[in-house]
C-alpha cells in the first residue's frame, strides 16, 4: 500500500480506532515498509513467525498475536507480546497468566467469541462467555498476570452485510454488557471493517487490503 493510501485508511478510522495491520506471510521488508510510514501495530497468526519477525524489526513495534494460540506455544511470546486477541479457554487464560508471572509481566488479552457461522471458528458463546468473567471475578487474585481488556470475534464469511452487521451487533451488545466503560473490541477485517466501525469496534485487524493479497 502505498503512503496516500494508507493515511486515507487512518484518517477514515479516526483517532479512537486502532489499527493492526496483519502481517502473517508477508515479509520483513513489507513491514517495514508500513514501520516507516509510522505503522506500529503488526497483527501475526503464528508463533514461529512471530518470534522470527518480533528477532529482525524494531524495538517499539507492538506485537498482536492474533491467530489461535496453543497452550505450550505460550511462553516463547509471552516476553514481548503487546496484546494476544484470542483467548478462547480457560486453560490457555491460566497458561498465559502462569507464563506472564514467571516473566514477571502483565499481559493484556482479549477473549474470544464465536459469533460466526462456520463451525471451525474459535471462542466462546454467550453463556460461555458469562462463566469465564465470573470465574476470574471471583478470585482476581488469581489472575494477578493477566489482564482481560475486551473481546475479539469474526463474522461470518459471507457476502451479506446483513448477517456480518448482526453479528457485529452481538458481539457489541457483549462488550457494553461486560466492559461497559473502556473495553477494547477487536472486529473488522480488509472485508468487513466498516461495517465493523459503524457498530462500534475499537479495534480492526487489517491484512490483505494493507499488504495485497496473501499467495
Ligand atoms: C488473517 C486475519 C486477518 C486479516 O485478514 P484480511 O482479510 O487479510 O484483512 C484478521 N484477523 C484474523 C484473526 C486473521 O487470521
Known sequence: ?????????????GEKITLVAVSKTKTVEDILALYE?????????YVQELIDK?????????????????SNKVKHIISFVYLIHGVDSLKLLQDI?????????????????HIGR??????????????????????????????????????????DPEI????FRGLKALLDQWFPSDGILSMGMSGDYQLAVKEGSTMVRIGSLLFGKRG
Open 1 to 13: 500500500m502505498n503512503g496516500e493510501a494508507y493515511s486515507e485508511l487512518k484518517k477514515k478510522l
Open 118 to 159: 462456520e463451525e471451525t471458528k474459535f471462542g466462546f458463546d454467550a453463556g460461555e462467555l458469562r462463566k469465564m468473567l465470573f470465574m476470574v471475578k471471583q478470585s482476581p487474585g488469581g489472575w494477578a498476570n493477566v489482564r482481560i481488556r475486551g473481546l475479539m470475534g469474526m463474522a461470518s464469511n459471507t457476502e
Open 97 to 113: 497468566n502462569r507464563r506472564a508471572e514467571q516473566a514477571g509481566r502483565v499481559v493484556d488479552v482479549l477473549l474470544q467469541v
Open 54 to 70: 518480533h528477532a529482525q524489526l524494531p524495538e517499539d513495534i507492538r506485537w498482536h498475536f492474533i491467530g489461535h494460540l496453543q
Open 37 to 45: 510510514l509510522g505503522q506500529r501495530d503488526f497483527g501475526e497468526n
Open 164 to 167: 456480518v452487521t448482526s453479528e
